[in-house]
């Protein structure tokens, strides 16, 4: 997988050798590098976001298996372009682990490292493979506002602090219609009969906090919605960008109807949508679902940050 997005991509991206890194061709002086990364099975994250005004580097591990710190300090030695180098984690115990221990590997070379954590997840407090909330979805946004500030100039702790900033203000939570299969373990990591969904999974198959009968697309956004909602407190007036995330094997159509209800409900409660996102940003391998993330705009500059021009595999 590595080689071949590599091979199609040889304007954007390289890889380093004998390494799961891959790292922008377009390098950039005196910019702080971002490195992000985790399991396989993500496609297109994270390699897809790696380019101009996004990540320097992007780490890719085993399928739903964190990279180890040597391949991350690879990465982060890519990245190095002499200002510093940010670490955009999601919240699983062994991204967790293994990108700090490669920060520290990294400092021993006088590369200055820093991290921010996403746990943008609200549907479970802690799970399989975590302590506290997951990263999802809402890692991308994190991706695109972080990396055009960089690529803006702006210096590592300005970016760290904005990163926490976006990280507060994003909410995600995801269902499914059908399991993943971990091709290792060889069977699907949960069940569901014909008529049923998972409400609250995790991007490697975990298990959500309840199963219900199948709804509607629109039934199925507010009840998505009413729990982002207890989160966020929506007021009328509010400004919000929209991420609907594909889960692998959800056609585009289906998000797209599931897009016109969240906008219907957002829309009768005043708040005001100033990006809409549909597509498949962070997948689980083939599972069918998806997750819906909502950003609060708390900064004007964070749209602008959004809308600013990239080049990259997954986002154009």
Not at 12 to 39: F, N, Q, W, Y
Not at 60 to 77: A, L, N, R
Not at 112 to 132: L, N, R, W
Request: net charge negative.
């Amino acid at each position: 997988m590595v080689e071949g997005l590599a091979k199609s991509h040889p304007e954007l991206i390289e890889r380093i050798p004998d390494t799961r890194v891959l790292a922008r061709i377009d390098k950039r002086p005196g910019k702080v590098g971002l490195v992000s990364g985790g399991g396989s099975g993500h496609e297109p994250a994270h390699a897809g976001y790696v380019g101009q005004g996004m990540l320097s580097a992007a780490v890719c591990g085993d399928v739903f298996t964190s990279p180890t710190p040597d391949q991350i300090y690879e990465g982060i030695k890519a990245a190095d372009q002499g200002k510093g180098v940010l670490l955009i984690v999601k919240n699983y115990t062994g991204d967790v682990m293994n990108f700090d221990m490669a920060k520290e590997l990294a400092e021993g070379d006088d590369i200055e490292v820093d991290q921010v954590i996403v746990d943008d997840d609200i549907a479970v407090q802690d799970s399989t493979f975590t302590t506290g909330r997951r990263g999802v979805a809402g890692t991308v946004l994190v991706h695109k506002i972080v990396g055009a500030a960089a690529e803006a100039g702006a210096s590592l702790s300005e970016l760290k602090a904005l990163g926490e900033k976006v990280i507060s203000s994003i909410k995600t939570i995801g269902v499914a219609l059908s399991p993943c299969t971990v091709p290792e373990v060889g069977h699907p990591g949960f069940e569901l009969g014909a008529d049923e969904i998972e409400l609250g999974i995790g991007i490697h198959g975990e298990p959500g906090f309840s199963r219900e009968k199948i709804m509607s697309s629109h039934d199925l956004a507010k009840q998505l919605l009413d729990r982002i909602d207890k989160e966020h407190q929506f007021a009328s007036g509010d400004k919000v960008v929209v991420l609907v995330n594909g889960m692998g094997a959800t056609p585009l159509m289906e998000q797209y109807i599931f897009s016109n209800d969240v906008h219907e409900w957002l829309g009768e409660k005043g708040v005001n949508i100033q990006k809409t996102i549909v597509g498949d940003y962070m997948t689980s391998l083939e599972m069918a679902g998806l997750s819906l993330t909502v950003l609060k705009l708390k900064d004007e500059k964070w749209l602008e940050l959004l809308n600013f021009p990239v080049q990259t595999i997954a986002w154009k």
